[in-house]
């Protein structure tokens, strides 16, 4: 439900991030005020403060946010971007069958700071839907054109849905899931040639009970990315975290949300105790991150990474150094790579450096570079030891435990000193062979 709550805050402040996602590349020496960065950051800041952990029953939590009433330099701010102190409207509207409904809304807006930085967008739109208990919520939203122009560059976004359907549980955990789709997303530079395209992406999010615990997930999917005239098909990412006690997990959340001014980085070492209740929590159920699928795909062939992450059984004394705690992570990582995938990069490179040097090679020629370069590459990878073929493709294993590193069962020395307080009279590491 929180996530619902905040979806004014993520959505209404995709303007100040993307400000800053254009201009990155000019890497200037001191941050540029923005009226739009600024007055979002403290408008974020102050909702999550008062609804971020919001509980119970969401329809007196909504009515609350309907009249919510920013802080009078917050107001200031909006009013100067927005030309109102409360930039969206939240009402409820009728509803069938005894469930209520609620609308939410940021009107289409356009807002530019000379010859720096144009914002505009088309309207918002976010309905909710709930019993009249607050146990079931459905959402459904979109938000068609967002366009950011600035000096460095110009990003349009296209077509933005948002869907979800929620069941909260007698321990106030909402399960369920939620989606944003967007047509697509094009970045282009102006300072420098540079283009981007990314289209029909897709997010999922997911809650669910495991016992006492619960099972977070997230989906990333990318269909296509062209970056000036190179394609990648179909990018995928999904996570998942297993046995998670979501309210120490919530918990943490809230605390660095309450310490950390709007717009600043979180200091995790002000936070030691509470990392420390939650790193212990994780190796006492064994909570485990899983990277489920990681794939791209290139030239028609696709690569893979896999993995898991999870925390051992600890001790009171594994807490008292950071070199300590990290050799009681658990940690192993698959990556595969088709051979036919170096082959068609090999080829690439190939005729593109023929190219460069005006030579006009035979296929025959290109085909035997290209396999006598490909053998090179996969050669020495399998001898070094970082890589061994299963078939047709490459394999490499990542395994990291009681603080060895080795690829292949292949031991890797860490770099001295690994870790910020190395525990005293560590052993010096291995050099590597040759």
Not at 88 to 109: C, E, K, N, Q, W
Not at 245 to 264: C, V
Not at 290 to 316: D, I, P, Q, W
Request: glycine letters at 6%; one cysteine or more.
């Amino acid at each position: 439900m929180k996530k619902l709550l905040l979806c004014t805050a993520l959505l209404a402040s995709f303007p100040a991030m993307a400000a800053n996602a254009t201009d990155s590349a000019k890497a200037p020496a001191a941050k540029i005020a923005s009226n739009m960065a600024e007055a979002m950051e403290s408008a974020t800041f102050e909702l999550e403060q008062s609804f971020g952990m919001a509980k119970g029953n969401p329809i007196p939590i909504l009515d609350k946010l309907a009249v919510y009433e920013f802080s009078p330099p917050t107001a200031e701010k909006l009013k100067k971007v927005f030309g109102s102190a409360r930039p969206y409207t939240l009402t409820r509207t009728p509803a069938a069958g005894g469930m209520i409904a609620f609308d939410f809304s940021v009107p289409a807006h356009n807002y530019a700071v000379v010859n720096e930085q144009s914002w505009s967008w088309s309207a918002l739109k976010l309905n909710m839907l709930s019993d009249a208990a607050g146990r079931t919520l459905t959402s459904t939203g979109s938000w068609p054109v967002f366009v950011l122009d600035s000096k460095s560059g110009k990003m349009t976004v296209n077509n933005i849905t948002l869907e979800g359907k929620q069941t909260r549980n007698s321990d106030d955990v909402w399960i369920g899931a939620a989606r944003a789709d967007a047509k697509s997303i094009e970045v282009s530079g102006k300072d420098k040639p540079f283009s981007m395209k990314m289209e029909k992406l897709s997010v999922t999010s997911v809650v669910e009970p495991n016992g006492k615990d619960y099972d977070l997930g997230s989906d990333l999917r990318i269909e296509l990315i062209t970056v000036l005239d190179e394609k990648i098909d179909d990018l995928r990412a999904s996570m998942r975290m297993s046995k998670l006690d979501l309210k120490a997990f919530e918990q943490l959340s809230s605390d660095i949300r309450k310490k950390t001014k709007p717009g600043a980085e979180p200091k995790l070492d002000d936070f030691g105790p509470q990392i420390k209740a939650f790193a212990k929590g994780m190796s006492a159920r064994g909570t485990a991150i899983e990277l489920t699928e990681m794939s791209v795909g290139y030239l028609g062939h696709r690569a893979l990474l896999k993995g898991r992450f999870s925390l051992g059984k600890t001790v009171e004394k594994d807490f008292k150094t950071t070199a300590a705690l990290i050799k009681k992570m658990d940690a192993r990582f698959e990556l595969r790579v088709p051979l036919a995938l170096v082959a068609a990069v090999t080829r690439k490179m190939t005729v593109s450096q023929a190219a460069k040097q005006a030579e006009t090679p035979s296929p025959e020629a290109i085909d035997a570079t290209v396999k006598s370069t490909t053998d090179v590459y996969v050669n020495m990878a399998v001898d070094a030891g970082y890589a061994r073929l299963e078939g047709d493709v490459l394999v490499s294993m990542l395994d990291y435990k009681a603080g060895q590193l080795s690829v292949n069962g292949k031991a890797i020395a860490l770099p001295a000193g690994a870790g910020k307080k190395p525990a005293a009279g560590a052993r010096k590491p291995a050099r590597r062979s040759k």
